[in-house]
């Protein structure tokens, strides 16, 4: 990990968990802007950006590698939220490069984590483990983004 973040960068996890009534207000959806712009600016580092379901940010920087022991994954199921797509079946390196293969094997060993994967060829991936399938979903939201 090239850059671990101790304690957590908590701002954004601040601010989601705001009232209401502070949420309407200019001022905070100035703050929100300016977190979140911060935290988008360190996904130009090369490597992974870490953040914990509290929207904490714990690393950036990071190289996400196999869990020792577990097998490589080798098939995700993708699909797209456009009326008529096909639900498929492919490999994570037909989905895009290391980034997506990254994505996938740590969804696939950590069931409880999400990956979001925004390749420099302007592809959106949302990487989440199905329960129901036992497999690797991959959500591409290219076609909601253009």
């Known amino acids: 990990m090239l850059y671990a973040v101790h304690p957590p960068f908590a701002e954004l996890g601040g ?14 959806q100035e703050d929100l802007r300016r977190a979140v712009d911060a935290l988008a600016g ?6 992974a950006t870490l953040i914990n379901d509290r929207y904490e940010l714990l690393a950036f920087g990071a190289k996400i ?11 995700v199921i993708v699909t797209e939220p456009v009326e008529g797509s096909a639900r498929t079946v492919s490999t994570p ?9 990254s994505a996938a094997q740590f969804v ?7 990956a979001l994967v925004a390749s420099q060829d302007g ?5 989440k483990w199905s329960p ?3 497999f690797v979903h991959a959500h591409r939201v290219d076609a909601l983004l253009l």
């Open 42 to 47: 360190l996904t130009a580092v090369d490597g």
């Open 15 to 28: 601010l989601v968990t705001a009232n209401a009534r502070t949420r309407r207000s200019h001022e905070w």
């Open 123 to 127: 592809r959106f991936t949302i990487f």
């Open 65 to 75: 590698t196999r869990r020792r022991g577990n097998p490589p994954v080798e098939q």
């Open 108 to 114: 696939n060993d950590q069931h409880d984590a999400m």
């Open 93 to 101: 390196a037909q989905l895009g490069g290391t980034r997506h293969l």
């Open 132 to 134: 129901r399938e036992e």
